[in-house]
């Protein structure tokens, strides 16, 4: 729907390694490819589990394509996306294995957070981060990636759920 060609499409960039984000990463890399980058290879078992299915209210019956990282990301890399160069930030606290991207894109910058920074949802405004046992989740790792996400003072912010948040 974006124009773009599916060969064009080099790599799918997992922010956290959750069903409700990574569930059809198989299928495109089917379709395109593209090689799938994430912060931790190890990390990719909690996406496909029948459990971690049913906890993300997803179809654990439904035929998703299995995956593995093809590229593991570091905090600091550079990824280029079209005219985007998009810094990878670890930000663990949501799940160990969690990153963020940022950027500048006509003077303002940009900021990809996962489910490490959450946006307007429904009757609930400004939620940062989701904690849950079941993803291993930490406070305290999740206060000091929102401290780090703070310091990149980002025009826009674009949440893996809710409405963006600018200014």
Not at 82 to 108: N, R
Request: net charge negative; glycine share 12%.
């Amino acid at each position: 729907s974006a124009g773009a060609e599916p060969s064009t499409i080099t790599h799918i960039v997992l922010t956290h390694p959750h069903g409700d984000h990574v569930a059809a990463a198989g299928i495109l890399k089917g379709k395109t490819g593209a090689a799938i980058a994430g912060i931790d290879p190890a990390s990719t078992s909690l996406a496909s589990s029948p459990a971690a299915c049913r906890i993300l209210g997803l179809n654990e019956d439904a035929s998703y394509a299995s995956f593995a990282l093809d590229c593991a990301l570091s905090e600091g890399d550079v990824i280029s996306a079209g005219p985007l160069e998009l810094t990878v930030t670890a930000v663990p606290g949501h799940v160990p294995a969690s990153l963020a991207l940022s950027g500048d894109a006509a003077g303002a910058t940009l900021l990809f957070t996962g489910d490490a920074a959450i946006g307007d949802q429904g009757e609930t405004s400004g939620v940062v981060g989701w904690l849950d046992g079941h993803w291993q989740a930490n406070p305290r790792h999740l206060l000091d990636s929102v401290r780090r996400m703070q310091a990149i003072n980002a025009d826009l912010l674009l949440p893996g759920h809710g409405f963006p948040i600018s200014g």
